[in-house]
């Protein structure tokens, strides 16, 4: 605290300084009979230099301080779209586990095999979830695998049939920002397969080329009804943070189908 009050002063200090001549100047031209003044023109030249340089050094001294603050300023707002990504990831699906928690413990007695099943692929998704969640980016063949762990989950959960069709035209070492599809993936399940009693299904697609990441979802639902919730929410919000002005998103409703499509370009 002390020192940055003598900083403080010392800042005070050089500023008044530095307008010292400037002031004189002035002074000269108004109270004298002086049409024109020569700045440091009455100065000894030793003296004129002194404060030429100590001119130069404030200048230098400022632009370096500017640099600095700049610096200052883009670290600062790269952490905190850090530390808003992350508490994005960390909303990513927590429902979905405590609903899956909640099946198993009804599950265990009933049907054991069923349940060890369900519990190795549950501990495969929160490990990848953790994990693989806090890289910047991850294969698109983890992802898939991920995604494929969340279905047969789905499958072996509900007490009906599924067709879930999923087609991938992918370079298996291409990189992509982690959890990114499965919010599109929950929102189908969420509000498609849990409401139809029977035809459910969810066709999804995901292909990438050189410069671009296609992935496409569509499902069947009984009643319209508002699919923009807090996981779409983080999902437009982290798009705009990692591939600002480099995605797509859109949506669309057709009587009792619903279709999402995202777009990533790789610049």
Known sequence: MILKRNIKWIVIALLLMAIVPVII?????????NKSVVFLGNYHPKVAIIVICYYVLLFCLG???????II???KLKNEKMKAELMLLKSQVSP???????????GMVAKDPKTAQELILKLSDMMRYSIYEG???TVTIQEEIDFLNNYIELHKMRYHKQ???????EIDENQKVVPLLFIILLENAFKHGVENLRENAYIKMSLASSKNE???????NFEKAENQSG??????????ELIYPNQHELTFSVNENIYKAQLILKQL
């Open 25 to 33: 100047t002035v002074y000269e031209v108004i109270f004298t009979e």
């Open 63 to 69: 632009v370096v301080w500017l640099v600095r603050e």
């Open 72 to 74: 200052f300023i883009t």
């Open 95 to 105: 429902h979905f586990f405590f609903n899956m928690l909640n099946n198993l413990f």
């Open 134 to 136: 806090e890289k910047e």
């Open 162 to 168: 599924i067709n879930v069709d999923f087609k991938c």
């Open 213 to 219: 990441i296609f992935f496409s979802i569509e499902n």
């Open 230 to 239: 807090i996981g779409l929410k983080n999902l437009k919000r982290r798009l």
